[in-house]
């Protein structure tokens, strides 16, 4: 699970104050004032060692890459959907998608009973977020964490919580907290979940009696599985439906609502919005726009469980992404022989 999952939140999260002056990257982390703070303060709260902690934080370096990945475009008008798209909706992840449900049927099947989310969902997640095992990241977890929790004002006190939960995770399977590894922003294994949602969410899938998602497809498929269903997935009910829209200034305010379904199917008549298909969903829903620069603007209604994909990435584009590559995937799985 990447940045763009936190993104959202961080707004509403007060942001720490940079380290004095003379406390730059370039001085060791378990120098710093400020992470020596960090260190006393989760020693105290958690009950770990401040020792080992400071020790742990020793070998944690500066990514100046971490940052410059982080850092959002330098403007809005460059999102692109059909740009976003074709990174994700490609023959490579389609292959690979259908390779790896071949091999994980039995466990994708499992899933999908116990925790009502289609296989080709958890699939396309799987192959967005990590291309199915193969590309989750190289970056060292804990110096990322680091860069991002004392070096990156905007989001540290988010980053902070997350280096905390990497302590944590490393206590819960007693690892060595320098041993992790997977993006710039924090995200582990297959399907890329930051430290606090492993520890809530990631389970033990094929039970054998640990959790892991960074080696072990049976357990990631589990944890999306079960990321989607506390979430609120609804088994059967549509995500989203493309929109009809005839008042601009209309669907402006309501895209300006927000992800969250909330206008009837009554209130969105009342504004000119309505579903582009004779099927009719009775449902609140929200009115997603899908800009790009390049070509006319998509409109989608976004049901409940599209939200709930927004819940694992806070980005409209990622949550269209999952259900046209599930979508994909699904088609073509099916006419298989």
């Known amino acids: ?7 959202a939140l961080s707004a509403l999260l007060l942001i720490s104050p940079a380290a004095p002056a003379e406390e730059t990257s370039a001085t060791p ?14 020693a105290k709260r958690e009950g770990l060692d401040e020792a080992k902690i400071l020790a742990s934080l020793c070998e944690a370096r500066f990514q100046p890459s971490v940052i410059k990945a982080i850092l959002p475009p330098a403007s809005p008008a460059s999102r692109s959907w059909v740009r976003y798209r074709a990174r994700f909706l490609d023959r490579p992840r ?20 116990q925790y009502g989310v289609p296989a080709e969902i958890i699939v396309a997640i799987i192959g967005i977020e990590s291309i199915y095992g193969r590309g989750p990241g190289n970056y060292q977890t804990l110096s990322a964490l680091a860069t991002l929790a004392f070096d ?3 989001r540290a006190e988010l980053f902070r919580q997350e280096l905390s939960e990497l302590f944590l995770l490393a206590r ?16 582990i294994g297959l399907p890329q979940f930051m430290p606090s949602s492993i520890r ?7 039970a054998d009696g640990k959790i892991d998602l960074e080696m072990n497809p049976v357990d990631a498929i589990g944890s999306v599985a079960n990321f989607l269903n ?19 200034q209309n669907a402006a305010a309501a895209i300006e609502g927000g992800i969250v379904p909330r206008y009837s199917r009554t209130e969105l008549a009342r504004l000119g919005i309505s579903a582009d298909t004779p099927l009719t969903v009775d449902a609140p829903a929200a009115l997603i726009d899908l800009p790009s620069p390049e070509a006319a603007t998509e409109y989608w209604l976004g049901y409940a469980n599209f939200y709930v994909i927004t819940r694992y990435n806070r980005s409209s584009f990622y949550a269209m992404s999952v259900l046209q590559l599930a979508r994909a995937l699904r088609t073509e799985h099916d006419q298989q022989p």
């Open 1 to 7: 699970m990447d940045i763009r999952t936190l993104g």
């Open 29 to 42: 982390y378990a120098e710093r004032t400020d992470v020596r703070a960090f260190a006393h303060e989760l």
């Open 94 to 113: 389609i292959t690979g998608g259908l390779g790896f449900w071949q091999i994980y049927s039995d466990a994708l099947t499992r899933a999908e009973k």
């Open 152 to 154: 990156y004002p905007p």
């Open 172 to 187: 819960d399977q007693s690892r060595d907290v320098a041993s992790f590894k997977g993006s710039y922003a924090g995200a």
């Open 200 to 206: 809530r969410f990631a389970i033990d899938f094929d």
């Open 230 to 248: 506390k979430h609120g997935w609804k088994n059967g009910e549509i995500a989203a439906l493309p929109a009809r829209v005839s008042d601009a």
